[in-house]
């Protein structure tokens, strides 16, 4: 396809910008040729826009030629400590601060993508940027610059009982591009619960996230992945989760999307062993000129796995919500279980709710079944409250948490779901 001057313009400023943040430190070989792979790939790449069928619903064009970027304030600041909770604090897309209990200090290492590179260079050589989609501009623009980020390991046959949380904001006095790489190895028989929370702990000026994870499930790895982004209104960002699964893996992933201005989140998930298992679920509540685009690609390589994505969204005034979810069935992926499902509720004429759920199958003995429903609030349901006293307002709010529900309960902390709940209240008032 084509560039056009815009698309030129805009690509090229994002080049020079994050080139001259480049520290020149020394990497491991298969990085420094990871990273030549992907900026000989930008040549070839264009900022995407709505003549791109993958972001149809997301004209990252408009959005970044609205931008005068800056890079974030460098600062090696990195600290480390014991707690009765494991925590890890992350400003502008870098780790400032970690806390463990004695018992998970024995089965993790967290660490700033530079100091791993010293300590881990093997692992780091393996996996950092083996997940990257060849075509697709921003995880490619990731891997071709140094970015901040978190190296998190979970090491064989470690059960980390208690969950990590991590804390995660972005803001500045200017416009500010905030580029962040994680990399998460679950070691083998090993498992783990993250619990993430994109808030809003500052003003400032509008701000651009490109954030890249990679998760790496050994054999037998079990990783719980919940994910709240509740940021500052003013935050526009593009995130990836790609996750390579190897036999007997699980991956059990939950995301909340109620905050930002602008969210494109992209879930790629490769089942790459025998009996690995996905479980993929969404909801997302917006309000005002609010958009999130959610596209999600489970690859099924290997026979008798399974994978199940459920995703929601309710929308009202004149925000948009988009789900692109695709299932892709290799040859030899026999015995395959995969399912799909979108359901969108629309509180207004001038919101919006896209759909476009996909199959792709090429083995013949498998269960795959994929749905779609995009309405209004259920005016039986309705009815029926109104005429047991309830209120009509009170009644079209028992309805959207009826529909929300069965999504917020799949967050396993109780407190954490306990918060979720209060936001969401808030969110509907």
Not at 95 to 102: A, R, S
Not at 284 to 300: A, E, P, Y
Request: aromatic content about 8%; overall charge negative; proline content about 3%.
């Amino acid at each position: 396809m084509m560039e056009t001057a815009t698309e030129t313009t805009i690509k090229d400023n994002l080049l020079e910008l994050l080139q001259s943040a480049a520290d020149g430190a020394a990497l491991p070989a298969g990085i420094v040729a990871r990273r030549d792979i992907a900026r000989e790939r930008l040549n070839g790449l264009s900022v995407p826009n709505l003549r791109h069928e993958e972001w149809k619903y997301s004209d990252m064009e408009r959005v970044l030629g609205t931008f005068n970027f800056v890079l974030p304030k460098s600062s090696n600041h990195f600290e480390t400590g014991i707690s009765d909770r494991n925590s890890i604090y992350l400003h502008n897309g870098r780790i400032e601060k970690v806390e463990l209990t004695p018992e998970a200090k024995e089965s993790l290492v967290i660490l700033p993508l530079g100091p791993a590179m010293e300590q881990y260079p093997e692992m780091m050589e393996k996996y950092l940027g083996s997940l990257i989609t060849p075509d697709d501009f921003f995880s490619n623009l990731n891997m071709a610059f140094p970015a901040n980020g978190i190296f998190l390991f979970v090491k064989d046959n470690a059960k980390v009982k208690d969950p990590v949380f991590m804390y995660q904001d972005c803001y500045d006095e200017k416009e500010m591009y905030v580029q962040s790489h994680n990399l998460v190895v679950v070691g083998k028989n090993a498992s783990l619960t993250v619990i993430k929370k994109q808030v809003c702990s500052g003003n400032g000026a509008r701000v651009f996230h490109n954030m890249l994870s990679e998760l790496i499930l050994e054999e037998g790895a079990e990783f719980s992945f919940n994910r709240l982004q509740n940021e500052c209104k003013d935050t526009y960002q593009v995130t990836y989760l790609t996750a390579g699964l190897k036999k007997d893996a699980r991956l059990d992933l939950t995301n909340i999307a109620i905050g930002g201005s602008f969210t494109r989140n992209n879930f790629h998930v490769a089942l790459d062993g025998s009996h690995s298992n996905a479980r993929l679920t969404g909801l997302t509540i917006l309000n005002g000129k609010q958009h999130s685009d959610s596209w999600v690609n489970i690859r099924h390589n290997m026979p008798e796995c399974e994978s199940d994505q459920l995703f929601k969204s309710i929308v009202n005034d004149e925000s948009t919500s988009a789900f692109s979810g695709k299932i892709f069935v290799a040859r030899d992926a026999q015995k395959t279980n995969a399912y799909q499902s979108n359901k969108n509720i629309v509180l207004t004429e001038k919101a919006n709710a896209y759909s476009k759920p996909q199959l792709e199958i090429y083995a013949d003995d498998v269960k795959c079944s994929h749905g779609s429903t995009t309405g209004q609030i259920d005016e039986e349901g309705l009815f029926y409250l109104r005429a047991r006293g309830i209120k009509e307002a009170a009644a079209r709010k028992l309805l959207l948490y009826a529909f929300a529900e069965n999504i917020v309960d799949r967050l396993g902390d109780e407190n954490f779901r306990s918060e979720v709940h209060d936001m969401i209240h808030q969110k509907f008032n």
